[in-house]
């Protein structure tokens, strides 16, 4: 390990698009509870693609509070309560990925749920970091 997190690629896999199939990395471990696409006023915002992007502003931000950025994710698990409404804004949400989180792609498990606990929440994620020594 060279003090950053490391991407486990199995040779003769096909490279995934958009998530690692796992991350290897050493320190001090963060863990995120699930995020949702609320600003700090608890106000949604609209459609399914703005609150993704607002859940991933706000792990961001608790991510900030251990001195961690968007490079120190190793896992993110998504929540989406409309499967074909997550595969219909795929393109859309791909953009609104990046544009938070750049070029980093830990590894990740979507799961398509029937409710989250907020009624308007289209999606929760939840992250785990790992900061290095």
């Not at 963060?30 to 949702?36: F, H, S």
């Not at 990925?97 to 606990?117: K, Q, T």
């Amino acid at each position: 390990m060279s003090g950053k997190l490391d991407i486990l690629q199995p040779p003769g896999w096909p490279a995934p698009r958009g998530y690692s199939n796992g991350i290897a990395g050493r320190g001090r471990v963060v863990l995120v509870g699930g995020q949702i696409g609320w600003d700090e006023q608890g106000r949604f915002a609209e459609g399914f693609v703005a609150q993704a992007e607002q859940a991933l502003r706000n792990i961001l931000a608790v991510l900030a509070e251990a001195g961690a950025g968007p490079e120190h994710i190793g896992r993110l698990t998504w929540f989406v309560v409309d499967m074909a409404e997550y595969r219909a804004c795929l393109p859309e949400l791909g953009r609104a990925y990046r544009s938070v989180m750049g070029r980093n792609f830990p590894a990740m498990a979507l799961l398509g749920i029937s409710a989250l606990a907020e009624p308007d929440a289209r999606l929760e994620i939840e992250a785990t970091a790992i900061l290095p020594d």
